[in-house]
């Protein structure tokens, strides 16, 4: 293709969005080819199709645009709608909106005839410099030809990666944090964005509810509200999903975790949120709020503590606390009972368009005509305007015409219905369509669907099939969950490059009530749980060592099912099974500072009547005093580790004594006068024990522990030995948490030593593996010693960057300094003294500045992994 510049996109370490723009029923082979090309680079399509309907407000679909990196527009022979009012179609607007940096690639199919405006518009693009276009003559061609223009276009800005482009390194949200982005147009909620608007926006409101019986699309419409509204909130949006949050103890660690705050021990976890939301304008979204309503008091504190901050909450039940503004959600409007039927009215009809939408997506040839309009129009009636409804019933278009569909719903749904009079009228129409829907399935489809209920968020195929040993549809498993996916009642994502699916929760609550109902539900979850603790025994090894950051990177996708196992195997009485999940994963949780979680399983366990061994209750014991040895470090707290240290050898397992032996040794330290000597005895004895067992990511820990006894003395070249000791045991080990963490130490004792050129070096080291790892604390220490670094070198601007850089970074993850540790705040005060305009410029540069441009700046010529690891901050 000629004519493309080298606008710069994110590499792709993360799924890539390829908008795609087209006319809908013209060109729908070339869409279904154009869609698998982009699919097989593990790319992921943006197929809104606005060509031929009413245009949407723009701002809606401009967000759309804004989180695509590529457009494609395909064009044949049609220029398509124009809706009243409007002056272009949306196909033209679609191209207008597309930003300028944005690469587009452009594809005109050979056509006898074309509209005017469509051959102006394709004028325009051939003199626009920022597009690429190419004609093509069959469906076939234009596969190819994508699939070849796109694997070109990665290569090039994936080169320019490496060259130290700035813009490569502008920071994203994290993965988890990101509000989703529907591949699907919104269908008539205009009024009701606009009135989000001004409740989010009016700032008088700190909690505004979307409530509404479950399918009434409430979390469709605060995903749009959030995207509509991002403007309002500078300071950032996040999606919080708690469809897998069932215990209400697991609100705030699922709250922190989306944002960011790291659970690393020292402060309560309300403390380190607050620190992160203190004076920033941020919208959190918090999706299905109903299985933890009696948690709602906790959004008070949030709020009260974080004044800037504001909640878009989703629930089936209104939360009653203080500052909430109740938005009814409503169903979507169908034509009125007693009008006649028509085409006009169906066209008029929000209802009636989602159905006819989402009747195209499963046969495209569908449209909405005069000959099926009454048919549709009595479907949305009998559904009562209920999107989720809808869509399971346009679902059926694959099979069944528009008035089989209509017959069939006359006939199942009043005796559906019946069976739940005690559910709200609605929430009856809802779930009598679910089981219309499952009457249409085989046994094993049936049996599948509500299987599947046992998985938390996403589940892969694997896991799918791990759980179907045995089972009836086991053997069958890909064509059985096909046909649910066809259905409508799985849905399939991509998430991180990798296929995956998911239920929605009012599914996911059907499938669960069900199995339960034929007694099966608690087998299903064992089954979960032991899948997931396979997987785990199978990735622990790699949890230490070089695969590190790739073992991470998987428990980080897994994280729901993760936490849904453990629970599970907790609740069938499972404590030893449950007790080894949570020590295979300890150095995941370090790393990814989730401990705050696991003492909830963990004391679950300890307050059981049901015997333990000795094993179970040293993990249990252990996990349970973890916080209280960095918050709050007492008698009772080395006490209690000493007991896990005796339970652990009663067991046999003399690796885990030596690391709760260190543990009661650093623990020691915390305390106002530490006891060195009995310390020092315990470290010392831990590091030999885990020498002699091999163990070395412990036995590198353990070194750190005696650095600090020896800082703590005044002994800096004994600090020094045991440092250096531990980074030479974790390079032996190629552990770059481990390296971490002994670096960052090590750099600190160069540079009190006055040894600055090493202490760089070193910090260049941690600041690579801590973004390779996605190791805040680690990289905040990283930041805090260039700063100091440049502060000695009298890089006034420099220093002001890192400063205010990591002093924004420890605000937002809520990681506390540790005193002593800042060994940049007496260098830069007295630069300050020196230089205050160059380092108030810094400073004011750094405000602006992400996580991954202040290591960019401090790292010029980081290798590609980095850069990767550094772009998912």
């Known amino acids: 293709m000629t004519g493309v510049r080298n606008p710069v996109i994110r590499t792709p370490d993360q799924r890539i969005r390829v908008f795609v723009s087209s006319t809908l029923r013209e060109l729908a082979d070339e869409r279904r080819v154009v869609k698998d090309a982009i699919e097989r680079l593990r790319l992921a399509p943006v197929m809104f199709e606005l060509g031929a309907r009413p245009h949407p407000p723009r701002e809606l679909y401009r967000s759309y645009l804004a989180q695509s990196d590529v457009f494609i527009g395909i064009y044949g022979s049609s220029y398509g709608w124009v809706a009243p009012e409007e002056q272009i179609s949306g196909l033209e607007d679609e191209y207008n909106l597309a930003p300028r940096s944005m690469p587009k690639l452009i594809y005109i199919k050979d056509a006898d005839r074309r509209d005017e405006r469509l051959t102006e518009l394709i004028g325009r693009i051939q003199?626009?410099?920022?597009?690429?276009?190419?004609?093509?003559?069959?469906?076939?061609?234009?596969?190819?030809?994508?699939?070849?223009?796109?694997?070109?276009?990665?290569?090039?800005?994936?080169?320019?990666?490496?060259?130290?482009?700035?813009?490569?390194?502008?920071?994203?949200?994290?993965?988890?944090?990101?509000?989703?982005?529907?591949?699907?147009?919104?269908?008539g909620r205009e009024g009701e964005l606009a009135e989000l608007r001004a409740l989010l926006g009016g700032g008088q409101h700190r909690v505004v509810s979307l409530i509404g019986p479950g399918g009434i699309g409430k979390s469709r419409l605060a995903i749009e509200a959030a995207h509509a509204n991002a403007d309002l909130f500078p300071d950032g949006t996040y999606f919080v999903p708690l469809e897998g949050v069932l215990e209400a103890d697991l609100l705030l660690?699922?709250?922190?975790?989306?944002?960011?705050?790291?659970?690393?021990?020292?402060?309560?976890?309300?403390?380190?949120?607050?620190?992160?939301?203190?004076?920033?304008?941020?919208?959190?979204?918090?999706?299905?709020?109903?299985?933890?309503?009696?948690?709602?008091?906790?959004?008070?504190?949030?709020y009260t503590l974080a004044p800037q901050a504001v909640f878009l909450v989703t629930s089936r039940s209104i939360l009653r606390i203080r500052g909430e503004q109740?938005?009814?959600?409503?169903?979507?409007?169908a034509p009125e009972e007693g009008v006649r039927a028509t085409l006009e009215r169906a066209r008029l009809s929000p209802a009636c368009l989602l159905f006819a939408e989402r009747a195209q997506a499963a046969k495209p040839e569908f449209v909405l005509s005069a000959d099926n309009a009454a048919d549709v129009i009595h479907i949305c009636r009998r559904l009562e305007g209920l999107p989720l409804a809808i869509e399971l019933a346009a679902a059926k278009l694959r099979l069944l015409t528009a008035h089989d569909v209509a017959e069939r719903l006359e006939r199942s749904l009043p005796l559906l219905s019946t069976s739940a009079r005690d559910l709200p009228e609605r929430h009856r129409t809802m779930r009598a369509t679910i089981d219309w829907s499952v009457s249409l399935l085989t046994v094993d489809q049936r049996d599948m669907l509500e299987d599947l209920g046992v998985f938390a968020a996403r589940f892969s195929l694997e896991a799918v099939e791990a759980i179907g040993a045995g089972r009836a549809?086991?053997?069958?498993?890909?064509?059985?969950?096909?046909?649910?996916?066809?259905?409508?009642?799985?849905?399939?994502?991509?998430?991180?490059?990798r296929s995956a699916f998911s239920l929605l929760a009012i599914v996911r609550e059907y499938a669960v009530e069900h199995l339960a109902s034929r007694g099966e539900l608690e087998q299903m979850q064992i089954a979960h749980g032991r899948h997931y603790l396979g997987l785990v025994r199978g990735i622990a090894q790699s949890l230490r060592g070089p695969g590190q950051a790739d073992a991470v990177a998987e428990l980080r996708h897994e994280l729901p099912n993760l936490?849904?196992?453990?629970?599970?195997?907790?609740?069938?009485?499972?404590?030893?099974?449950?007790?080894?999940?949570?020590?295979?994963?300890?150095?995941?949780?370090?790393?990814?500072?989730?401990?705050?979680?696991?003492?909830?399983?963990?004391?679950?366990?300890?307050?059981?009547?049901?015997?333990?061994s000795d094993r179970a209750r040293a993990i249990a014991l252990f996990y349970s005093v973890w916080g209280e040895m960095w918050q709050r470090p007492s008698d009772q707290v080395v006490a209690d580790l000493g007991e896990c240290v005796r339970l652990f050898a009663a067991s046999g397992d003399e690796d885990a004594a030596a690391m709760a032996l260190a543990a009661r040794g650093t623990t020691r330290i915390q305390f106002p006068n530490p006891d060195a000597v009995a310390a020092h005895t315990e470290l010392t004895q831990a590091v030999a024990t885990l020498h002699r067992l091999g163990d070395g990511w412990g036995e590198a820990l353990a070194e750190v522990g005696l650095g600090f006894i020896s800082v703590g003395g005044g002994s800096i070249p004994d600090a020094r030995v045991h440092f250096d000791r531990s980074a030479e045991i974790a390079d032996a080990e190629r552990d770059i948490f481990t390296r971490a963490v002994a670096g960052n130490n090590r750099a600190r004792i160069f540079f009190v030593l006055g040894d600055v050129e090493a202490a760089e070096q070193e910090?260049?080291?941690?600041?690579?593996?801590?973004?390779?790892?996605?190791?805040?604390?680690?990289?905040?220490?990283?930041?805090?010693?260039?700063?100091?670094?440049?502060?000695?070198?009298?890089?006034?601007?420099?220093?002001?960057?890192?400063?205010?850089?990591?002093?924004?970074?420890?605000?937002?993850?809520?990681?506390?300094?540790?005193?002593?540790?800042?060994?940049?705040?007496?260098?830069?005060?007295?630069?300050?003294?020196?230089?205050?305009?160059?380092?108030?410029?810094?400073?004011?540069?750094?405000?602006?500045?992400?996580?991954?441009?202040?290591?960019?700046?401090?790292?010029?010529?980081?290798?590609?992994p980095a850069r990767e690891a550094l772009l998912r901050w």
Request: proline content about 3%; aromatic content about 8%.
């Open 763 to 864: 910090w260049f080291l941690t600041l690579d593996m801590s973004a390779r790892l996605r190791f805040f604390e680690g990289a905040a220490y990283g930041l805090e010693g260039m700063c100091a670094i440049a502060a000695i070198r009298g890089d006034a601007w420099r220093a002001g960057v890192f400063a205010a850089v990591t002093r924004s970074l420890r605000q937002t993850t809520g990681m506390f300094d540790v005193e002593g540790f800042a060994v940049h705040e007496q260098p830069l005060a007295a630069l300050r003294e020196i230089d205050p305009e160059g380092v108030a410029d810094g400073e004011r540069a750094g405000a602006e500045m992400s996580p991954a441009e202040a290591v960019a700046l401090a790292l010029p010529d980081v290798e590609a």
């Open 473 to 497: 549809w086991g053997d069958g498993a890909i064509e059985t969950l096909a046909a649910l996916i066809d259905a409508s009642l799985v849905k399939q994502v991509d998430t991180a490059g």
């Open 253 to 302: 660690p699922t709250i922190a975790y989306i944002l960011g705050v790291r659970d690393t021990g020292g402060g309560s976890l309300e403390e380190r949120i607050a620190r992160a939301l203190e004076s920033r304008r941020v919208l959190i979204v918090l999706d299905n709020f109903e299985q933890i309503i009696e948690e709602a008091p906790v959004l008070v504190q949030l």
């Open 326 to 333: 109740v938005f009814e959600v409503d169903a979507l409007a």
């Open 563 to 612: 936490r849904a196992a453990a629970r599970h195997l907790v609740h069938a009485g499972l404590f030893e099974e449950a007790a080894d999940f949570a020590w295979q994963l300890l150095p995941y949780w370090w790393i990814s500072s989730l401990f705050a979680e696991v003492k909830l399983w963990m004391v679950e366990l300890l307050e059981s009547e049901r015997p333990l």
């Open 127 to 187: 003199a626009d410099d920022t597009a690429a276009y190419l004609h093509f003559a069959s469906s076939e061609e234009l596969g190819d030809q994508v699939a070849a223009d796109l694997a070109t276009l990665l290569a090039e800005r994936f080169d320019q990666s490496r060259t130290g482009d700035a813009a490569a390194w502008a920071a994203s949200e994290s993965v988890a944090a990101r509000v989703p982005v529907p591949y699907t147009q919104t269908i």
